[in-house]
């Protein structure tokens, strides 16, 4: 996940949804995500990556189903990498 913050902010940023199927238009409807989790996942990013700036969030969908949102911004004056 790290490589495609890395490769999102070195373009022109973007969105990484978790929790929704690629051939679906929404989560399951009796999906939750825990904030800890979200918030580990923003802990995390930000632990394996150089200059990505990112919002990590819990979404709710029309139908009650939760999702994990991450925006990527674009990088704004070097190079973002991921640690290693």
Same mark, same amino acid.
């Given at each position: ?16 949804? %978790?929790? !929704?199927?690629? &051939? $679906? ?8 995500? /825990?904030? #800890?989790?979200?918030? *580990? %996942?923003? !802990?995390?990013? &930000? $632990? ?8 990590? /969030?819990? #979404?709710?969908?029309? *139908? ?21």
């Amino acid at each position: 996940m790290a490589k495609d913050c890395v490769a999102f902010a070195n373009a022109r940023g973007g969105t990484l949804v %978790i929790g !929704i199927e690629d &051939s $679906e238009e929404l989560p399951p409807y009796n999906q939750k995500i /825990s904030d #800890e989790l979200v918030e *580990n %996942i923003r !802990i995390r990013i &930000s $632990e394996l990556t150089i200059n990505v700036g990112l919002n990590v /969030s819990k #979404e709710t969908a029309s *139908n009650g189903g939760e999702y994990i949102k991450i925006d990527i911004l674009p990088s704004q004056a070097t190079i973002a990498s991921t640690t290693k």
